[in-house]
């Protein structure tokens, strides 16, 4: 009887849930039927079938992905064949040499799509090459393409384009917001989580070739023969989707595993102890990646502590590395207590190092100078090391920006860096073209973003972190890519393809960056956010273990102005940029508004080009940027029709809290500043109802243990 009823119950459930709830767990390749059945047979036929000689996993994984991709977007099994033979109408795979494909030349990892006698060929100098070519191919019809007479080709800008886990060998993810790590140490290397071939999937679609699965504040676990043997079941999951295993080292490492009395990247049984390492790790992963590195910074152990600088570090673990081919991505991101403006340290510590690299060593620099706040200038790294390949570090996790409750869409940020113009060699020589190898022409080039992922049903906790996953790889891929128009594809792939719900979602995802930065560090502030956790307004922050991780420290708020001149009147920062940067940012009166307060001390009185003085246009921002958010959730409430009902109640409910939230920002910082501008706030806007010492609790409860 009990059992009777259940079963009644399910098929009530069934019949009123048409389709089933979207979970997100799928991300943009959903891959669900096109509803459209004239659509449909445009698309059907020329997608009768996929002809692949299946000669290598990487073939198997495209042409599986083709038959998963097109089944259920055309709704009707797509066989895959070894050879079209005398077949037409299908999609053929094929590896050519490079000087076969016609046109562009093609890098070692580009695609051709084309049409021949018929058929879709899909082509590349590598296996590789045709799987991007085979997603490339499943984006067209999932942003609904035309595929007949198709004729794309597309080579990656940037050879390394990688996806940084800070996820920690106890399952816990450092500024991670979406659960826990999604690898599972205890149980591999027998048991692979399913989950792990979707995200290789996942990371194949956008181009990603390679993963550093580990924290850089790193465990020396990784390096031990257990784990070497774990990591390499995992590199196996990833080889069929195209990518690298890569390990974050612990750099006293051979200390706690090789029992030696010192990590001094100079001694020969250092030097031994990482060779054999090395060894090791590619007698068991072939195709290991190599070695990315914080040393010296933040408290862990670096080739510092023997009085080495960061060069013999990276160079003796490229040398250990050998004939194997793998790379050192050495990260820049040090700062040292005590210094007058953090804003420099990199940049002393490492300009000097230039031309001293092995070639097998890349520097990996945070895209702006502090740490991966809303908005910072470039770091002045960018052009000053010609002879050394820098690594582009972005942070898809939103550590400054909201966790996953703040909808922020990063396609615009990361965009802004890219076309960031540092002069190095004349006008033009944009970050991108720095990071690319073109401007100093390097042949290594590689990108990193911090990875949002982790182990919640739809990987990124807050369902749009998704498209900052999706935007990092497209963006690695291609550069030039607008990010709008990864927007919108992305959108479109997710969300829903009814053309006016995707105007409206666009639109909103490339405003949210925006947005954030009003209500939360309008004008160039930074640094003000809550202490350690970096959640909520704390620009009253005056105290912490360092100076530098204070908010005082940066907003240098007092009864004249606000802002950290970095002029020559202040730190001099500015002097690390080319001299048509300084120029620009140097004069207070033409310094663009977004990095005013980055690099000037104004006085609240000052008017501005806005026409307001600087405190008039301060509460504006804060005001309006917090006002944008009600804006934001009518938009999503606008596309509501076109939206799948959970995903739809899941973001509303965040953009409820991202409003609270905004509020926290802007009651928080216009009544702190308030207190040093001495004016009121400006109409039309009503004063905040609460007191700073209310705001000042509320938002201090987050900080309690
Ligand atoms: C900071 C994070 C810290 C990271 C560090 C890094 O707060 O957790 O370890 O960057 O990049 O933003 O090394």
């Avoid at 029709?641 to 905004?662: F, G, N, S």
Wanted: charged share 20%; glycine share 8%; proline share 6%.
């Amino acid at each position: 009887m009990l059992l009777r009823n259940v079963f009644l119950l399910l098929l009530c459930l069934v019949a009123v849930s048409p389709s089933r709830a979207d979970d997100g767990y799928r991300l943009w390749l959903k891959y669900d039927r096109i509803a459209d059945a004239a659509e449909r047979q445009q698309y059907a036929r020329v997608a009768q079938f996929v002809a692949s000689p299946g000669t290598t996993p990487v073939l198997r994984a495209a042409s599986a992905e083709l038959q998963r991709g097109l089944g259920g977007l055309l709704g009707q099994p797509v066989p895959v064949v070894a050879s079209a033979g005398s077949r037409t109408g299908g999609i053929v795979l094929r590896v050519e040499a490079p000087a076969r494909a016609a046109g562009q030349p093609l890098k070692a990892e580009g695609y051709r799509i084309f049409s021949e006698k018929n058929n879709l060929v899909i082509t590349g100098p590598t296996d590789r090459a045709v799987l991007y070519g085979a997603f490339a191919l499943l984006r067209q019809v999932q942003t609904r393409q035309p595929l007949a007479g198709l004729s794309l080709s597309s080579s990656p800008r940037i050879e390394y384009r990688m996806l940084n886990h800070w996820d920690n060998p106890n399952g816990t993810v450092e500024r991670g917001y979406a659960g826990s790590s999604i690898w599972k140490w205890y149980e591999l290397p027998e048991r692979l989580d399913p989950r792990y071939t979707d995200y290789a999937r996942a990371n194949a679609s956008v181009g990603i070739n390679g993963v550093v699965i580990n924290n850089v504040n790193a465990s020396a676990r990784y390096l031990s023969a257990e784990y070497i043997g774990k990591v390499a079941a995992l590199a196996g999951v990833l080889r069929p989707y195209g990518q690298r295993v890569y390990l974050s080292v612990f750099w006293a490492a051979p200390k706690v595993l090789g029992g030696l009395s010192t990590a001094d990247p100079l001694d020969p049984a250092v030097k031994q102890w990482w060779a054999a390492k090395s060894d090791e790790l590619y007698q068991a992963i072939p195709d290991f990646g190599g070695f990315l590195v914080k040393a010296n910074s933040e408290g862990e152990p670096g080739p510092q502590d023997y009085g080495r600088n960061h060069a013999d570090g990276a160079n003796m673990l490229a040398q250990a590395l050998g004939r194997h081919d793998g790379v050192v991505m050495w990260r820049a991101f040090v700062y040292k207590a005590g210094s007058a403006d953090r804003f420099k340290q990199a940049y002393e510590e490492f300009q000097p190092l230039d031309g001293k690299f092995d070639p097998k060593v890349l520097v990996q620099v945070k895209n702006g100078p502090i740490d991966f706040m809303a908005r910072e200038p470039f770091h002045p790294l960018f052009g000053a090391m010609p002879q050394t390949p820098l690594v582009l570090e972005v942070q898809l996790t939103q550590e400054y920006l909201g966790f996953a409750t703040h909808l922020v869409y990063l396609g615009p940020l990361i965009k802004e860096v890219l076309e960031s113009d540092t002069y190095a060699k004349g006008p033009g020589s944009t970050v991108a073209k720095v990071v690319d190898g073109t401007v100093d022409h390097h042949a290594l080039s590689a990108i990193a973003g911090v990875a949002n992922i982790g182990s919640d049903r739809n990987w990124t906790g807050h369902p749009v972190g998704q498209a900052n996953w999706y935007a990092f790889g497209r963006l690695a891929w291609d550069h030039e890519l607008s990010s709008a128009a990864i927007a919108r594809e992305w959108t479109k792939m997710t969300l829903t393809t009814e053309p006016a719900a995707v105007r409206t979602l666009t639109d909103m995802l490339g405003q949210s960056r925006n947005i954030y930065v009003r209500y939360t560090m309008p004008l160039g502030l930074h640094h003000i956010m809550g202490e350690s956790i970096h959640y909520g307004p704390q620009p009253w922050l005056a105290k912490s273990g360092r100076p530098d991780w204070t908010a005082v420290y940066y907003h240098k708020a007092d009864s004249i102005g606000l802002g950290f001149d970095r002029t020559a009147t202040g730190s001099n920062a500015l002097a690390l940029y080319k001299p048509a940067v300084q120029q620009e940012w140097g004069n207070a009166q033409t310094c663009p508004l977004n990095y005013l307060l980055w690099f000037h001390h104004v006085p609240w009185t000052q008017r501005l080009s806005t026409g307001r003085t600087l405190w008039n246009e301060l509460a504006t921002r804060y005001y309006t940027g917090a006002d944008s958010v009600i804006w934001l959730q009518k938009q999503w409430a606008t596309a509501r029709p076109a939206l799948d009902p959970a995903l739809y109640a899941d973001v509303a409910a965040r953009l409820q809290t991202q409003h609270k939230e905004a509020l926290w920002w802007r009651d928080a910082c216009v009544l702190y500043f308030q207190t040093f501008a001495r004016q009121p706030i400006p109409a039309p806007f009503t004063p905040p109802t609460r007191s700073l010492a209310d705001i000042k609790q509320l938002v201090q409860l987050y900080q309690l243990k």
